[in-house]
């Protein structure tokens, strides 16, 4: 059976696209609160987990032997833009290790935001991997590297950290594994855009490893913490999350520590909201990130986070209720939640709109 | 009810996102030859449909009046990349009507293509609406209107030209109605990204309008030569259609008349298939058009159009089975046809392709 249309695209007076998917919002006992769709089907959550393959950085104790700032471990949580304070942050955390660009396996692509891309060429300057969205993360990888190494050479120990098998994949694994409840052993096995694994795991699992996040519960003491401290310091520097312009970046400028959300490729986002101690996870069916989820995160927002302010309330529904322009700037269409969405996240969201 | 999944990503063994839609193949009389999904409810064609937008500016004598070439005549049915050629010849077109770019109502955007963004970056420079994907289109329109206005003072008269009630827009519509049979005074009304209206039309009608571009039954004479010119004008110039790795280019260039392919915004594609006297229309639900559509397009021609070379056999096999790379170069998974569709076209798609 066919997921539900969560999110249209309207021209005019009429429906032009639409974007199907699920969505699962949990707890930390694993008691769904709300869901659309079919949320035991795995998926590939794509770069929405980068919170979870953090942890090891921080429980490890790698992220205190190399004091790595919140900006830091804000860019460890990214899918940045490639933007200037971007890459140096990733180049600094390299250099805590005393190791450069030249080990990092995560491929090289131009900024994805363009004017950073723009700036780029016009100092004639070409993309290295620093600038790959993915950098940050992977710069972590190699600090937790460095630190599994022990006394062996660091460079000889890293090389194919990106590998399924390799002890940094290994630790990051079973992160994921203790936060979601999923056995990665006999889960569908993918490469990433960054070359690392990606494994199919259902809604209903992520949104309860985001709810450990956001609550501690089912999670070791050092795990626990490890989550504490990768929320805290992403909500200290959102910028490093996204960057400009960037959904996830405005969100957490506006919500602080209440919102721990990530998006991830081919339509994935997942998130932690702390004062529920609930996680979500969303997956739109056709890989649209770009509009579809953000629509769908937004709208969940609404609904689940008390909304304090006025420029709070104007920014969520300008992110839930996306008014589309043209290239002369004329308004031509807009992008909203469909009926079955609106009508799951009921009498909060209706409120916190009729306040906008 | 949903339509049909057309289109599957898959990402090592899962497959990780899908795209649903409908489809239409017709020929001259309007007999639906194939069909998948509902193609009776009203799509915004966008830019799928610049060969009939087309149509005036040959019927009307304008292209003969400012002896427009076969690379002008295909920029006027264009979504082009905004490389230096695409701008160059959209200049001409203006020049030969005494005008420049100032007089167009695009609107302006940085070019499509990212190396030639990068190249107008680098350079110093900034984009002008000549750039704009959708410039060459307006240069007809602008070169149309020059012949509506006659003694009239043509800077004057174009003023607004994209606006429905503008004799311009008047002249392109009754085009679209007189191939596609559509009732526009009565379709749903959207404003495209470069200003013009776009009319919400069936996917069986606008197949039928492809069929009669393809056939000319059902044209007046004068438009069916209209057609004609405008097919050839296209097949000879096919890198101003596209450009640099484009889907459509790629294709005319490989099969020359055979094929008039045309690529629109938020999921849509059109096609005239003059050899089986045959017109195309497709929308893909979620508005994919950059991998969705030319998935089922490619596999609409393997299966349409015999292929009489290896090189066309290969080309046309890959795209419609897409192998993807990541940033590494490590190949991570493909885009292909879904069942539904490859039971659809059947035997001669796969003796085709049995060939590869």
């Given at each position: 059976m066919a997921n539900p249309v969560l999110v249209e695209t309207w021209r005019g007076g009429a429906v032009e696209s639409f974007h199907r998917g699920a969505l699962a919002v949990v707890d930390g006992d694993g008691a769904v609160v709300a869901t659309l769709g079919d949320i035991d089907r795995p998926v590939f959550p794509r770069s929405a987990i980068k919170v979870l393959q953090a942890l090891p950085l921080v429980e490890s104790g790698a992220a205190e032997r190399y004091a790595l700032t919140d900006e830091e471990l804000a860019l460890a949580c990214a899918s940045h833009n490639g933007e200037p304070a971007h890459v140096h942050t990733a180049a600094a955390m390299l250099a805590k290790a005393g190791l450069d660009d030249s080990v990092l396996e995560c491929g090289t692509h131009w900024p994805n935001h363009d004017v950073a891309s723009r700036a780029l060429a016009a100092a004639g300057a070409t993309p290295g991997p620093l600038h790959n969205n993915c950098s940050g993360k992977h710069a972590g990888f190699v600090c937790l590297g460095c630190l599994l190494?022990?006394?062996?050479?660091?460079?000889?120990f890293l090389a194919g950290y990106v590998r399924p098998g390799h002890p940094v994949m290994?630790?990051?694994?079973a992160a994921i594994e203790a936060a979601t409840g999923c056995d990665l052993a006999h889960a569908p096995l993918g490469t990433?855009?960054?070359?690392?694994?990606?494994?199919?795991?259902?809604?209903r699992q992520l949104a309860l490893g985001f709810a450990r996040v956001a609550s501690g519960i089912g999670?070791?003491?050092?795990?626990?913490?490890?989550?504490?401290?990768?929320?805290?310091?992403?909500?200290?520097?959102?910028f490093m999350v996204?960057?400009?312009?960037?959904?996830?970046?405005?969100?957490?400028q506006a919500l602080g520590e209440r919102v721990c959300c990530k998006v991830g490729a081919e339509g994935m986002y997942c998130a932690a909201l702390p004062e529920a101690g609930l996680g979500v996870a969303i997956k739109v069916d056709d890989g649209n990130n770009s509009r579809a989820c953000e629509v769908v995160m937004a709208t969940l927002i609404e609904a689940l986070v008390p909304l304090h302010t006025d420029s709070q309330r104007q920014l969520l529904a300008s992110l839930a209720d996306v008014t589309l322009f043209n290239w002369r700037g004329l308004q031509v269409g807009r992008l909203a939640a469909h009926a079955s969405l609106r009508e799951l996240v009921g009498p909060r969201h209706r409120a916190n709109r009729a306040m906008v």
């Open positions: 190494a022990g006394a062996q050479d660091h460079r000889a290994r630790e990051v694994g990433d855009g960054c070359s690392i694994p990606t494994y199919g795991i259902a809604l999670l070791s003491p050092g795990r626990a913490a490890a989550a504490t401290r990768l929320r805290r310091a992403v909500a200290s520097a959102p996204g960057g400009t312009g960037r959904f996830d970046t405005r969100v957490m």
